[in-house]
């Protein structure tokens, strides 16, 4: 049997997940959030993400990927088990 509070459960930690996700994305330096918002949130092909904003489809794909590089470390270093944060402070 199922627990019907897993289902309420697993919404609640999918909604805390993405409000942080979308905090650490307004966090983002502004040259950085527009290519990957615009590529990857939107579904803009590079192509018109770089006429969109002005700049090369190179910049547009090297700043989305480094600002998921930068979303992948904060996540990581925010996701840490505490006992591991604990242990790092000493």
């Given at each position: ?58 910049a ?26 604990d242990?790092?402070?000493?």
């Amino acid at each position: 049997m199922v627990s019907p509070h897993a289902g309420a459960e697993r919404v609640l930690l999918d909604e805390e997940r993405s409000a942080l996700l979308e905090r650490l994305i307004a966090a983002l330096p502004d040259d950085l959030r527009g290519p990957l918002v615009l590529s990857t949130l939107e579904e803009i092909s590079p192509r018109e993400v770089a006429e969109v904003l002005g700049i090369s489809e190179a910049a547009v794909r090297s700043r989305a990927f480094r600002a998921r590089q930068i979303l992948k470390e904060r996540l990581a270093v925010l996701l840490q088990p505490k006992a591991s944060m604990d242990g790092a402070r000493k």
